[in-house]
């Protein structure tokens, strides 16, 4: 039983670490009101570098359309163009974010973007514009942003800068909507493939997701960000658009076993995921089979922990 009764009608006090206020589709008006009704006394707002220009270039050109072949889907054009307003949508930029900050310095924190496709010179610019917008953290995306974390020289310029910063690094893993469904699209968002910088890193790395989102085969990469968790202390968990997973008994004991509850965070991805925040906040509230402090630590003690560090 939990303790202290287990009063399911305590409204709990949240932290979403998760929230993209992407510019063409939701107000910040919307936002407050969104975080107010479910109890959310901070927020992350995520910042998005991607560019629809991207796919105009010659090698991400080929390689969409080197994957399109391979999963037999002929319809270049179709792809290209559900790609494109994707990441028209997308786009948020690192001084969006940290206006919005800076209006509500008690409700918000921001973390930026940076498209690695772009070479060390922008990131380093990029890096400099995080810190200087005051910005706690990056967030790369593998699929939306077209790279392969694979001996990636990019990347490794950015991990390196990065430990001279006090920042975090949310990392997108698992599928994405539209074409990025696709596995043949996503693989890149397996997080084991980023092992390689995450064991040199001493900044907090969060896997968003938890690596698991994908609309035909859930939980498709849990196991790899489970075990990357598991080995690394500063490895954090989101569980934005797969919030279901802590209403699995098995899932929650892996959680429980590899000791990872108190880096599991709580992100509500809206305005992207199916649920408002609230809804989303109530798959937690009401699981069956976390405790009342493992609800506590999940909604907010953790992410209050990891952003103590920064
Ligand atoms: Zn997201």
């Known amino acids: 039983m939990d303790e202290k009764g287990g009063n399911v009608k305590e409204m709990l006090k949240v932290v979403d670490f998760h929230l993209h206020p992407l510019p063409r589709i939701v107000s910040i008006e919307m936002i407050l009101k969104e975080i ?7 927020a992350v707002l995520l910042g998005l570098d991607v560019d629809p220009k991207n796919i105009l270039k010659r090698k991400i050109k080929k390689l969409i359309i080197k994957q399109t072949q391979e999963v037999f889907v002929w319809n270049y054009e179709e792809i290209y163009s559900q790609m494109k307003e994707i990441l028209t949508l997308g786009k948020t930029s690192n001084e969006y974010v940290a206006e919005i900050v800076s209006s509500y310095p008690r409700r918000f924190v921001g973390i930026g973007s940076i498209d ?19 910005l706690k953290g990056v967030k790369i ?9 694979e001996g990636n020289r990019n990347l490794k310029k950015l991990f390196n800068l990065l430990n001279k910063e006090s920042l975090i690094l949310m990392i997108h893993c698992g599928c994405d909507p539209g074409p990025w469904e696709m596995e043949e699209f996503c693989r ?12 040199k890193s001493h900044n907090p790395v969060v896997l968003a997701h938890s690596g698991s989102y994908s609309a035909h085969e859930p939980k498709i990469y849990l ?5 990357i968790a598991e080995q690394y202390e500063n490895v954090w968990l989101d569980l934005s658009a797969v919030t279901y997973l802590v209403e699995e008994e098995e899932v929650v004991e892996e959680f429980r076993n590899r000791n990872l509850m108190d880096r599991l965070l709580f992100g509500s991805d809206y305005p992207v995921f199916k649920l408002g925040i609230k809804e989303t906040v109530e798959i937690i509230e009401r699981s069956p089979v976390l405790s009342q402090s493992e609800k506590r630590d999940v909604l907010f003690e953790n992410a209050k922990k990891l952003l103590e560090k920064i």
Do not use: H, M, W
Request: glycine content about 6%.
């Open 141 to 149: 995306l593998p699929t939306l942003q077209f790279f392969n974390p």
């Open 223 to 227: 196991k790899e960000a489970l075990e």
């Open 116 to 134: 690695i496709n772009k070479g060390g010179r922008y990131i380093k610019n990029k890096l400099q514009e995080i810190v200087k917008l005051d």
């Open 188 to 199: 890149v968002g397996n997080p084991k493939l980023f092992e390689p910088f995450i064991k």
């Open 36 to 42: 107010k009704k479910a109890n959310v006394v901070l």
